[in-house]
């Protein structure tokens, strides 16, 4: 389901046009993007948990030349399913 389809499903259940629910959809990912941009965590109940985990600085080796790198921390995004939507999965 790409993100056209999504939005007139959604459209059709709620009873807003698709303008309203693609600016709805925008203003939901735009707010879930601010929180997360800030460092908080994002549960939705029955679906999981979003955050933003650091890794850390590693040292990794080049297979074919044998060559030592460090590859600086980074920020990553983190999402842990909840339980009820992994039942769903079993």
């Known amino acids: 389901m790409n993100n056209k389809e999504f939005t007139s499903e959604l459209s059709r259940r709620l009873g807003y046009t698709i ?3 693609s600016e709805l959809i925008a203003s939901l990912l735009s707010d879930m993007t601010q929180q997360l941009q800030e460092g908080n965590v ?5 679906f999981g948990t979003f955050e933003v985990k650091k890794k850390a600085e590693r040292i990794t080796i080049n297979p074919t030349t044998k060559l030592r790198m ?4 980074k920020l990553v995004l983190n999402y842990r399913p909840s339980s009820a ?5 079993k």
Do not use: E, N
């Open 19 to 21: 303008k309203d629910t």
């Open 85 to 89: 939507l992994k039942d769903k999965f």
């Open 70 to 73: 460090l590859i600086p921390p």
């Open 42 to 46: 994002i549960s939705v109940q029955g």
